[in-house]
């Protein structure tokens, strides 16, 4: 439980409380004379599709000899000019709309309480103005597709309920809406988001009072309701489903929802929620653990070294926050940096979804956390990825299959995001997604699903076995162009640089993607077509370029076989340990040399100030885990809550982004149980060790 004494201030987000069906999230504030709910729909974004992809494969030659010569100003010149694309950017979230609840209550109250029950997965807020003690719960269901909302009242309470599209900025007044209206006793709200051919949508509440003595009034564009029992529904279409009358079908699913009673549609909820959330719970307590840490406030309980139940509460929240914001639909969509929750029109980063560790972290406990229902949103994200990157490996870089880069967004683009050189150039941003697919056949052994994946498999070995090309000697296979993500080097002349050959994050996941299509590959039985690119595979594993081990710092280099140094040495991705984590090809047990080179590689990281944001301090706690250290898990541990957890636990990068939640859920989870390396002894020997 998640326990607050206060309402969350009308401007401050990271401490309103989270709920969420996978479609819609609602931020619910809990104020007393004015509720606000900001809500979001998973398919509300800026603009429709684009074709941004450069024609760029005839300069991939001059650059990898520029690359290969560290002529760094000039690669960057030329990358510049022919390699990035135009829109540089891929497309944004938006907020689906606002509701508020304005009650006509003295102005004083008290006996004020704010609670999320992640068991129940409803927030409730409870106090009394004078005499009347006020209750309201809210709910994002599932089964009916709806945010739901109760209202109890020992006495007669008068309040209205409006709906807007509102800019998030405070100074602002504009509402970014095409109407507002009344219609079959329902406020109904059109809009749509910027841009060509974006999703339009439609925005309904609806009103039901369960006491005879209730009524429901329209005013203007309003509802006004007196009762001591009421029932308010909302719901949204947008056009992203396919063949629909928006507004039909939102006013649909209030009406269905509002023919229960709260008690009926709260069980609905509730059965649904605990038949996959209830699959796993955690409990820590120390020895001198009063058992009433509960009853304290979190923001309390955060600030408490002492308090071991937090961090089995954190772990509960990252698997609550995922189940919230990932469901198994059609079309359905994985969360995006914020989850399903984001109050901005012009989002941090666009609440895209970034491919060069974020989304991947997002799904780090989907596994471990028994939540296997969570992991179908990336698959169908994978499968049209699959579709439009084949443009983009043909036209960038000649190749056969397909890549994406390092974003994408709810229309699967696949091209360069940005022009940030550390990050923009990234082609394996799409090979790091497909590592997921071999996971998740390891924990579920289910052959259908391993079926409908291999197509995608199949398409990025293609790209990467005509993307890979020989170093400088002719002995080992190399990326190129490379670089490890959102990191610089400085090279031995003190020139700083970006693009390299085969970065050792890069081979790494090649390495994990060839070794999941092979053993996909035997598992399944493929058709005899696909032999001759097994033979393929299985030739260029052993000629991948192994991790190289610095003779001086006896860390594990990051730019390959180039001894570059870093020009942050205190950054935020430890890109080079991905072997480590979420790898598992560097153990204490089975590779000592390099197990010991990671944690050097940590410990100068970390003496440099690595880990000050909060998914980089997540993904320390998940390093540290796998190298069986922990006094380093639980100092980390502790950092995260301490330094990287608003009011409400969602982690700060800063500003928000909770794939530092699903990290720490994941590296809480490695703490207590590990099974990577049984994956061979189950399956047989992993094809390339």
């Known amino acids: 439980m998640l326990r607050y004494h206060d ?52 300069h ?17 010149k030329l990358v510049r000019k022919r390699f990035l694309a135009r829109p540089r950017s891929a497309r944004h979230y938006e907020p689906l709309s606002q ?35 006020v209750r309201r719960s809210y709910i994002a269901s599932f089964p009916d597709s709806v945010i739901a909302i109760h209202v109890e009242a020992e006495q007669p309470v008068r309040f209205s309920v409006n709906l807007s599209r509102m800019s998030d900025k405070w100074y602002e007044t504009n509402e970014f809406l095409d109407s507002i209206v009344v219609r079959e006793g329902m406020v109904v709200l059109h809009a749509t988001p910027g ?10 509440a609806g009103v039901h009072c369960q006491d005879a003595a209730g009524t429901v009034e329209i005013v203007g564009a309003s509802l006004e309701i007196t009762s001591t029992d009421a029932l308010i529904v909302l719901g949204a279409s947008t056009s992203y489903e396919p063949d629909i009358n928006l507004e039909q079908t939102a006013i649909r699913r209030v009406s269905q929802a509002l023919q229960y009673s709260p008690g009926a549609l709260w069980a609905r909820h509730r059965s649904d929620w605990q038949d996959i959330y209830g699959k796993q719970s955690l409990q820590l307590r120390s020895r001198s653990d009063d058992n009433n840490n509960n ?56 609440a895209k979804y970034t491919i060069n560790i974020n989304l991947q972290m997002n799904y780090w406990p989907v596994n471990t956390g ?107 296979l190399v990326t190129s162009p490379s670089l490890s993500p959102e990191n610089t080097f400085v090279d031995g002349k003190g020139r700083r640089g970006i693009l390299c050959e085969g970065s050792t994050m890069d081979i790494a996941i090649v390495r994990d993607v060839f070794n999941g299509f092979l053993n996909s590959f035997r598992k399944l039985r493929v058709p005899q077509a696909l032999q001759g690119l097994a033979a393929k595979v299985r030739t260029a594993i052993p000629r991948l370029l192994p991790p190289t081990i610095s003779p001086m710092e006896g860390t594990i280099r990051e730019w390959g076989f180039n001894a570059y140094t870093d020009a942050e ?39 440099h100030g690595g880990g000050h944001t909060g998914w980089s301090r997540a993904w320390l706690i998940c390093f540290f885990a796998r190298l069986r250290k922990p006094v380093q898990c639980l100092e980390n541990i502790r950092a995260l809550l301490r330094d990287s957890t608003v009011p409400n636990m969602m982690d ?9 939640n699903w990290g720490g859920c994941a590296g809480i989870l490695e703490c207590l149980v590990q099974s990577h390396e049984m994956a061979g002894v189950e399956f047989g020997e992993v094809e390339g060790g």
């Open 7 to 58: 309402p969350a201030h009308k401007s401050d987000w990271e401490s309103a409380l989270p709920i969420g069906n996978g479609r819609l999230g609602a931020m619910v504030y809990g104020g007393v004379h004015t509720e606000t709910l900001r809500l979001n729909e998973e398919s509300v974004w800026y603009g429709g599709p684009q074709s941004r992809t450069p024609k760029s494969a005839a």
């Open 60 to 76: 991939l030659p001059r650059l990898r000899e520029l690359i290969r010569k560290r002529e760094h100003a000039e690669v960057e």
């Open 99 to 133: 509701c508020y609840l304005e009650f006509e209550h003295g102005e004083e109250f008290g006996g004020y309480e704010r609670t999320l029950d992640l068991e129940n997965a409803q927030v409730k807020v409870e106090y009394k103005v004078g005499e009347n003690h």
């Open 195 to 204: 841009g060509e051919n974006s999703n339009k949508l439609c925005m309904v």
């Open 295 to 350: 009853s304290k406030p979190t923001p309390e309980r955060l600030k408490d070294p002492n308090d071991v139940g937090i961090i089995a509460l954190y772990q509960a929240y990252g698997r609550y926050l995922l189940l919230s914001s990932s469901r198994n639909t059609d079309r359905a969509l994985p969360p995006t940096l914020q989850g399903i929750w984001n109050p901005y029109f012009s989002p941090p980063w666009g």
């Open 370 to 476: 028994n939540l296997s229902e969570c992991h179908m949103p990336l698959f169908t994200l994978l499968h049209r990825l699959a579709i439009s990157g084949k443009d983009t490996a043909r036209d960038m870089y000649g190749c056969r299959g397909w890549c994406c880069h390092h974003n994408t967004d709810i229309w699967a683009d696949t091209a360069p995001q940005d022009e940030w050189m550390p990050a923009t150039l990234w082609p394996l941003g799409g090979a790091w997604l497909c590592v997921h697919i071999w996971e998740r056949f390891l924990f579920d052994e289910d052959i259908e699903f391993l079926k409908w994946m291999i197509p995608v498999l199949q398409g990025c070995v293609e790209f990467l076995l005509d993307f890979l090309i020989e170093d400088e000697k002719g002995e080992w």
């Open 569 to 607: 040495p205190g950054h935020r991705h430890v890109s080079h340990l991905y072997a480590l984590y979420p790898g598992s090809s560097i153990t204490p047990s089975s590779t000592p040399t390099l197990a010991a080179a990671a944690l050097a590689t940590l410990e100068h990281r970390i003496s």
């Open 652 to 660: 700060s990068h800063p500003p928000v982004q909770l794939d530092g």
